[in-house]
Structure formats: C-alpha cells, structure tokens
C-alpha cells in the first residue's frame, strides 16, 4: 500500500524566516507516483497548493517549492521567507498517474507565524 | 463552475441518532470521495465512487458508515447509529476523469455527543 510520512504536529517559524516541512512516502504499486501538498487556511476548504506528477521537477506556488526526489522518496516544501498568512494546515499527499485510485495524506503539520 | 459543496456545515447528533450528510461535486466530474478529518489520525478515505460505482469502502468504517452515489451529482454519507468517537469534520472531494487533483468541498463538522 502506500504511506505518507509528514513533519507531525505544530511548527512555529518568526515572520521572514526560512521554512521546511518534511514528506517522505512509499508505495507498492507499479503505478507512477505524483506528489501534491495541500493546506488549509482558517477558516476555508482544503485546497491544493502545489503538485508534480513527474521526478525531479520541482512544483512551485505563492513562494512555496517542493522538488519529487524519487531517489530519496521525498517531497519537502520549502519557502525562503514566511508571511503571517501563511498560517494554516499543510497536508502532503501522495497519489498514482492514471488517477484510478485515492490520494494518500500525511497527518499534516500546522504552521504557526510568529510577527 | 461551483465548486465542491456540502451540508450541513455543521452537525450536532446524541449518540445513538443517525446522520446524513450531503454532497455535490463539481459538474461533470465522475470521481467522488469522502473523507474524515482528525487531528489525531489526519484525512482518512471512507469511499470511493467513480461513475457512481463503488470502488473502495474504506474497510475500517464499513459497519456504521453507508456512502451512496444517487446520481452523478449528488452523494450522501449515513452514519447509523452515532458514536462519540464519530465527531470529526468529513469532507467531500471530486475529481475529474483521469485527473490526478482532487477538489475539496468545505466540510461537515460532526459533533456527537
């Protein structure tokens, strides 16, 4: 089956300052794996944030990156400078080309900015 | 295009009722998928329609959980009866064919009490 293992829990980063969140995934299907984060802010809908369907590419979107190392399995997202209104729920999931089958979630990670 | 939408927003049941949520994806799409939201456990799949047809039932939630497609624009997820452990926000995803996104509704909250 597949498994998606994200950095748990909260982390606090100061407003401007550099950010990481860790995925890590694995899966026994022979299908191909493509990788997406989703956040939820307050307040709204899970919405996706950015996806790459294809290894060693890297997805960006609202200053956030995340490259499919397929070597390593991961999927971290990454942004240089972090904005208060980037507070939310962020949650890595992976799932398979041909799309005939679910997403798998990590258990997401709440990012809290502090000014 | 509306999005994904869902009622109730929020849901308050005594243990033991039954609840029944509802669901309408995006037109056109043909995949549907519910999912309970913890913070404990994450985002756990219930079910899975494609084309109305059930692909997965989400084994563990089989006893009290029934998920079912009416048409092709309208699904319903029946909790029977109720149990504390139940509350939860459940959410409904759709998604196009052969898509690999899948788009969110807003949620229920489920509170039980």
């Known amino acids: 089956g597949d498994s998606v293992t994200q950095t748990e829990g909260q982390v606090t980063v100061s407003e401007s300052k550099s950010l990481i969140i860790n995925c890590t995934y694995s899966?026994?299907?022979?299908?191909?794996?493509?990788l997406f984060w989703y956040v939820r802010y307050p307040g709204e809908g899970l919405q996706l944030l950015l996806k790459v369907i294809t290894a060693g590419q890297k997805g960006s979107s609202r200053g956030f990156e995340a490259t499919y190392n397929k070597e390593t399995t991961s999927f971290h997202l990454q942004k240089a400078s972090v904005q208060e209104s980037d507070s939310a729920v962020y949650y890595c999931?992976?799932?398979?080309?041909?799309?005939?089958?679910?997403?798998?979630f990590g258990k997401g990670t709440q990012l809290i900015i502090q000014p | 295009d509306a999005g994904v939408t869902q009622t109730p927003r929020h849901e308050v049941a005594e243990k033991g009722q039954t609840i029944i949520l509802k669901c309408e994806p995006v037109?056109?799409?043909?995949?549907l998928f519910w999912y309970r939201q913890t913070k404990i456990q994450g985002l756990e799949l219930l079910s899975y329609?494609?084309?109305?047809?059930?692909?997965?039932d989400g084994g563990a939630f089989k006893d009290r959980f029934k998920a079912e497609m009416l048409n092709s624009s309208f699904s319903t997820l029946k909790i029977q009866p109720t149990e504390p452990k139940d509350s939860a926000v459940y959410l409904c995803a759709s998604r196009p064919d052969w898509g690999v996104e899948q788009y969110f509704g807003p949620g229920t909250r489920l509170t039980v009490l």
């Open positions: 037109s056109g799409h043909n995949d």
């Open positions: 329609f494609r084309s109305k047809s059930l692909m997965e």
């Open positions: 999931a992976l799932g398979h080309t041909g799309g005939a089958d679910r997403l798998t």
């Open positions: 899966t026994t299907s022979i299908a191909y794996p493509n």
